[in-house]
């Protein structure tokens, strides 16, 4: 059975398998990561070092979101923002999860599918 983590915030429970961690967002966002609201019908966001979740109609823009929110993507929105520069991943017989690119970078693994290719994201961009 998949391990989850459960995040309680104003009386909701947040079950996310695979939710990267804060320092992961942070590091996302300061590489380029899209933080913005459109898109996603219930964005998740690190507040002030808390997991928020808000409905996609309490903004009008991204603009509403302040320096101190980092966006916690799903898979999709990660292998989205790669575009083309993605071409598989996988994993292996011991679990863990391997992105690759078509870029020429160092291999990259983590112990979630959203965690290798947040790293990924973090190797095609940190140049």
Not at 29 to 50: C, H, L, M, R, T
């Amino acid at each position: 059975m998949a391990s989850t983590k459960a995040k309680r915030r104003r009386g909701l429970f947040i079950n996310q398998p695979h939710m990267l961690d804060y320092s992961t967002c942070r590091a996302l966002k300061d590489a380029g990561f899209p933080q913005e609201v459109e898109g996603s019908d219930q964005p998740i966001y690190y507040y002030n070092n808390q997991v928020t979740i808000y409905k996609k109609a309490s903004f009008t823009s991204s603009s509403a979101l302040t320096n101190d929110h980092y966006k916690i993507p799903t898979l999709s929105e990660l292998i989205e923002a790669i575009g083309d520069k993605f071409e598989y991943l996988w994993r292996d017989p011991m679990g863990t999860w391997k992105a690759e690119s078509t870029e020429l970078i160092p291999e990259v693994f983590g112990s979630t599918p959203e965690e290798s290719v947040a790293r990924l994201y973090l190797a095609i961009n940190s140049n």
